[in-house]
């Protein structure tokens, strides 16, 4: 091989090098451009969060249609599942963290406000399940839209 091919052949190496160690700075930066309060979300987790809430509310309604259950009973299955659709919640995101939905950003907080008072009802003595019970229409306020 002439030395000239050998030459360009080290510059092509050389450049396939740099070009991939500067790609990979390109990643690092653009991941730590990210403020530290924004929230990726993907289509497959917001789903995910959904159906998990979406069973929660048909779960309460199950609960409060079934009076087999003794008032002690009633109130602690009822909140649990208020706790869990509050800990789905907070996988789309809590109280200042913007995310790349923005119907999501412009309701999640009015629904958390919404489900933490359903809860402090239910929590309270005597337990009151009827903000619970309406939770559903909570829903709208993202899903109105459709
Ligand atoms: C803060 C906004 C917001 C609120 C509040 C909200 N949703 Fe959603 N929901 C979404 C978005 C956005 C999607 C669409 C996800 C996608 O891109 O497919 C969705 C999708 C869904 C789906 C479809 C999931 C799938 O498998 O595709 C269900 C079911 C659902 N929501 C139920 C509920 C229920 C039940 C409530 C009330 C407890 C609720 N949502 C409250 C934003 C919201």
């Known amino acids: 091989m002439s030395t000239i091919l050998i030459r360009a052949l080290k ?6 090098i740099l070009a991939g160690t500067m790609l990979q700075g390109c990643a690092q ?8 309060d924004f929230v990726y979300l993907n289509k497959q987790e917001i ?3 959904m159906q998990k ?14 009076t087999n259950h003794s008032q002690d009973q009633m109130r602690d299955k009822v909140s649990a599942e208020l706790k869990n659709i509050e800990t789905a919640t907070r996988e789309l995101g809590t109280a200042g963290k913007s ?11 009015g629904f ?9 009802a239910v929590e309270s003595d005597p ?3 009827y903000p619970a019970g309406r ?12």
């Not at 309604?61 to 079934?66: E, G, I, M, V």
């Not at 406000?113 to 402090?120: G, N, V």
């Open 135 to 146: 939770l559903v229409g909570q829903c709208h306020g993202c899903h109105a839209q459709n």
């Open 11 to 16: 510059l092509k190496v050389l450049f396939i």
């Open 99 to 109: 995310t790349n939905h923005p119907l999501i950003d412009n309701h999640l907080d």
């Open 47 to 49: 789903r995910t969060t």
């Open 127 to 129: 337990p009151d399940y």
């Open 112 to 120: 958390r406000d919404e489900l933490i008072a359903a809860l402090r």
């Open 53 to 66: 809430m979406a069973a929660s509310i048909s779960n309460i309604h199950a609960l409060l249609s079934d």
């Open 29 to 36: 930066i653009s991941k730590a451009t990210y403020p530290p």
